[in-house]
Each structure stands twice: as structure tokens, then as C-alpha cells.
């Protein structure tokens, strides 16, 4: 099983309008948790980190359930700008705090 | 920008070849990570230098390599390339072991014919 999981789309989603989507993570002992943006031929960048109370950023919420251990990201009022691959991160045990990322999901925002 | 750079940006290899590709850490950081991505996958850790030394290891065969030198910078050195290790390969600068937040670079652009 992947350390985590996410369905990599794309989501066609029309601009305005509202796109969620969530990872899983197997290792229940993960201790950070982020969505970082990619866009294309590019590389990864912070978009926030993932707290279990729940955070927001503008048009971005991102939400953690530990319980069963997967995060989701909803960003509301679609911009162009948003078309980009949204990756799941989890940092994991072993004292390095590597990243382990999902394969990410593609949102193309549509005029 | 976040003040991590690579080189090259781009290269062409092939199979069998050796190649080395360079990372310059953001000025105070001491640990430089590196992560392959292969075409539609998300990134995978290969291994993480903390003053100068190796601090773990990922899912990677001993033909990659890498080094960190005493101004924090590092290099990734893969031998005996094969077709599979055609990818992006990103190297991400922190503080303290990874412990804070982890600034990309551009990335090198590795084809392998």
C-alpha cells in the first residue's frame, strides 16, 4: 500500500465554482501534513500545511481527520490561476522528516 | 524565489552513463533533501544530507549517491543510468534535518535514451 493516496483527476472544474478532494495516508503515526501546489514543468511549492483544527488561506480550507487518517483541500471561487497539480504531503517517521507525496491531483479550471 | 538552485536544468544521457547533478542549498540552511519524480508520479525520496552526512535513505539502489559539502551544498551522483531513472530531480532545502519547512529547487531534467 502507498504511504498515501490520492485520485489524480484531472477535476474540469468551471471557473467560480467550488472543487474538494482528499488523500489518505497509511502510516498512523505521521506527524505533518501539507498540500503543496506543482504546476507544470515546475517545481513543488508550500501551499499550506494541514493542522487537525482545521485551516484556512483565502479561497483555500484544508481540513485533517486523523481518526481516518486523510486530509482534504477545498478552494473556493475557482480562479484560472488555480490550474495546477495539488500534492498531498505527509512527512514521515525516522528522524529526516522526508516528504512522502501522493501522485497529486490535476484541477484544470475552465472559463 | 525560494533561493534553492540545480544544475544543470536540463540533460541527456545514455544508458550506462554516469551523471552528477548539483544543488545549492538557501543561504543558513544545512540539510538538503532529494526527491525523484517520474512523469505523473508525485516526488520520491532518495536520501537527505544533514552536515554532510547521509541522514537517511529511501527505496533507492546504491548506484545513487550524493555528497554534502561544508557550505551545505550537495550533489547526486547516479551510475550505470537506466532508462527508468529519466525524471525530475529535486533537491529541497531546510533547516535542522527537515525538521522545518522544505523549499524546492527548479528541479534538473534528466532524459536517459
Known amino acids: 500500500r502507498k504511504e498515501v493516496e490520492q485520485d489524480p483527476g484531472p477535476f474540469n472544474v468551471p471557473e467560480g465554482a467550488t472543487v474538494a478532494f482528499n488523500c489518505t495516508y497509511s502510516n498512523s503515526a505521521s506527524q505533518s501534513f501539507f498540500w503543496y501546489r506543482q504546476d507544470c514543468r515546475k517545481e513543488p511549492k508550500l501551499l499550506m500545511s494541514v493542522y487537525s483544527s482545521g485551516n484556512e488561506d483565502g479561497r483555500f480550507t484544508a481540513q485533517l481527520n486523523r481518526a481516518s487518517q486523510y486530509i482534504s483541500l477545498l478552494i473556493r471561487d475557482s480562479k484560472l490561476s488555480d490550474s495546477a497539480t495539488y500534492l498531498c504531503?505527509?512527512?514521515?517517521?525516522?528522524?529526516?522528516?522526508?516528504?512522502?507525496f501522493g501522485k497529486g491531483n490535476q484541477v484544470v479550471v475552465i472559463p | 524565489e525560494t533561493g534553492v538552485t540545480q544544475s544543470p536544468t536540463h540533460l541527456i544521457k545514455t544508458r550506462g552513463q554516469q551523471v552528477t547533478l548539483r544543488c545549492s542549498s538557501q543561504?543558513?540552511?544545512?540539510?538538503v533533501s532529494w526527491y525523484q519524480q517520474a512523469l505523473g508520479q508525485g516526488p520520491q525520496f532518495i536520501f537527505q544530507?544533514?552536515?554532510?552526512?547521509?541522514?537517511g535513505r529511501g527505496n533507492f539502489p546504491p548506484r545513487f549517491s550524493g555528497l554534502q559539502f561544508p557550505n551545505y551544498s550537495s550533489e547526486l551522483n547516479v551510475n550505470a543510468l537506466e532508462l527508468d531513472d529519466s525524471a525530475l530531480y529535486l533537491c529541497?532545502?531546510?533547516?535542522?534535518?527537515?525538521?522545518?519547512?522544505?523549499?524546492f529547487g527548479p528541479g534538473t531534467r534528466l532524459l536517459v535514451l
Open positions: 529541497a532545502s531546510s533547516l535542522a534535518g527537515g525538521s522545518e519547512t522544505q523549499y
Open positions: 543561504s543558513g540552511h544545512n540539510t
Open positions: 544530507y544533514y552536515r554532510e552526512e547521509e541522514n
Open positions: 504531503v505527509v512527512t514521515s517517521l525516522g528522524g529526516n522528516n522526508r516528504l512522502a
